[in-house]
């Protein structure tokens, strides 16, 4: 077996792209064509695969490094001799003496991360095409998909035999933004409910983004938006114009729950876990959820998919972005076990260290900006979620309690919630109940 260096090939214009992911390891067994590592520049992302089989023996880049053509990226141990066919290199780069070097040839993803606004082409939107088989992309195309919750079946490839490429699941996600299609699941719902399709509504019809020249205005600073941002963004401005929103506000009397929970920190101590109002929000959640189980839904189609778990989102605050890690089975859990793994979660998600399965299978989220400030807000609906609850800081405030002005610690909540599925005279029955249960939590028990 010969040892052989796989550099980055020719990659067009892109110079000094940043490694976001390393799909192999060292020990691996890989083919020819399959990927090695994601590249991505501020406006495209691209696979790079291996011309060859064999073993992976050493890798030479790591995740946020820059690379460029000729970078080297492993060293593989090769399959077979006929694996060596000499192929140009990939740049004029120096290779040790009994290395072979190997050009490979990179699967280019463009997914312009700007224009979501509508445009004529929409290359990769297959409108209501699906296919009975799995459909064929690569895992990172895949994981791209699921981050923006795409369906693949949906979309339609146009690499070769018909492989779904990152750029068609950005066009299907412009289509969508653009009005000009929906997903199966939406499509269904809107035949159901008027017996036409989107497009009888036509597309948003929307300008298009306003390009300025800031720099004739004064001095300015430009910034690459972080990965983390850029995608949360895509779903928060899909779920924005696809879901509609409506929020109820209301306020909870919490003062007999925050001084138990003071209480219950001051005995624990010494057990190192500080018990937050957020893991009572949690537990109060759950038991609304189970009274109005609507809330903790789906729409797939004509269908309401109603869940009998209770796996609960919670929007965390990070250096590179908002991040949903999720609780999983809280209504099997206790409130300390709750603010353990909470306190668990919201660190992983600042060290960006959170995997995907912890940020996966929510039914229901919240947004705590308790710890912050503010007094309501309107918190956007996290997909294929139906509502989400938004929480501010709660202050003292006067509450006639039928004689006289009392002081009450008051928490002001903002339940946002899918009209298509919910009613407001639901939601505002969930926020009273929500609101009654932190008030006395032994509701919780009934
Ligand atoms: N009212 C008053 N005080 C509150 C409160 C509330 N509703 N909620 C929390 N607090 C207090 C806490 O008791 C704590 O006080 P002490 O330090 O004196 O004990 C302090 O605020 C800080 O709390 P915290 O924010 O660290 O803890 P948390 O459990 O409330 O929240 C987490 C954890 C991860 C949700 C939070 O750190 C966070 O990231 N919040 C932001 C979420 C967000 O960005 N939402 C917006 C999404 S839409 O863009």
Redesign the pocket.
Known sequence: MATIEIKVPDIGDFADVTVIELMVKPGDAIKAEQSLITVESDKASMEIPSSHAGLVKEIKVALGDKVREGSLVLLLEAEGSAALAPTPPAAPTASSEKSTNVPVAPVLQAHTATDLVATPELPGHAPGAMSADLPHASPSVRKFARELGVPLKEVRGSGPKGRITAEDVQGFTRAVMSGATQTIAAQAQNKGASGATVSDGGGLGLLAWPQVDFSKFGPIERRDRPRIKKISAANLHRNWVMIPHVTNHDDADITDLEAFRVATNKENEKSGV?V????FLIKACVAALKKFPDFNASIDGDQLVLKQYYHMG?????PNG?MVPVIRDADQKGVLQISRE?SEL?LK?REGKLSPGEMSGAGFTI??????GGRY?T??INAPEVAIL?????RMEPVWDGKAFVPRLM?PLSLSWDHRVIDGAAAARFNVYLAQILGDFRRVLL
């Open positions: 500080k937050t109002m957020l893991a919670f929007a965390a605050d990070t908002l909470m919201a998600a947004s705590s900006l308790g710890g912050i807000f918190p956007i938004g929480v501010c800081k709660s928490l």
